[in-house]
């Protein structure tokens, strides 16, 4: 089983939908879970972190199922510059090393 | 706000030839990191750094690989006889803890 595991879409949708993505992870001992989006090319940036509670940063909500193994994000109203890879992210046991998942990539369309 | 720089931002090289790959980490973070990402695939780990020692590597980081801190700044991966497949974006990265900044990082082209 993969340690993080995503659907890579592409997701297709118009300005001003709600689309939600999904991640799943393999390690129940993990503590520490974040949303980071890449563009074309470019290096990962941290879009938020995820907490047990859930937390929302305006147009974004996290959510983190810690039962299920299970981390979503949902997106409101999307934006034209919302387009881009969504990469789930676990903080591994040890020295802070980040494991990524293979992004999922959306495409947000007039 | 306080960036972490690389150098290149591209570089081309011959089949069997060493890169040098480098990186000025943010000034008072204490943790640096090499991660890659082969086109179209995830981002990997390659190793974490910390008190002047390597504190973690994947197992992609081999003999072929190395890291250093020079001086008080800078953060080098080495990539001795480079392959064909050692083509990626490299990425450098520095925190304090959980809380990282990536460089924008090297384009790695082998030829």
């Known amino acids: ?110 | 706000e306080p960036e972490v720089t690389q150098t290149p931002s591209h570089q081309v090289t011959q089949m069997g030839q060493e890169v040098i790959l480098r990186c000025v980490p943010i000034s008072n973070h204490l943790y640096f990191y090499w991660y890659r990402q082969i086109l179209g695939q995830k981002v990997e780990f390659l190793v974490s750094f910390y008190n002047n020692e390597i504190s973690e590597k994947s197992e992609i980081f081999d003999d072929q690989f190395s890291v250093e801190r020079p001086d008080g700044s800078n953060f080098t991966l080495k990539i001795r006889s480079t392959k064909l497949e050692d083509s990626a974006m490299y990425f450098c990265a520095s925190s304090v803890d959980s809380g990282y900044t990536f460089g924008s990082g090297t384009r790695l082209t082998v030829v």
């Open chain 1, 1 to 110: 089983r993969k340690e993080v595991e995503q659907d890579p879409g592409p997701f297709n949708v118009p300005e001003g939908a709600t689309v939600a993505f999904n991640c799943t992870y393999s390690n129940s001992a993990s503590q520490s879970f974040f949303w980071y989006r890449q563009d074309c090319r470019k290096e990962p940036k941290l879009l938020m972190s995820v907490y047990s509670s859930g937390n929302e940063d305006g147009r974004f909500t996290a959510q983190l199922n810690r039962a299920s193994q299970y981390i979503s994000l949902l997106i409101r109203d999307s934006k034209l510059s919302d387009s881009a890879t969504y990469l789930c992210v676990v903080l591994g046991d040890s020295s802070y090393k980040l494991i990524f998942g293979s992004g999922t990539r959306l495409l947000v369309r007039p």
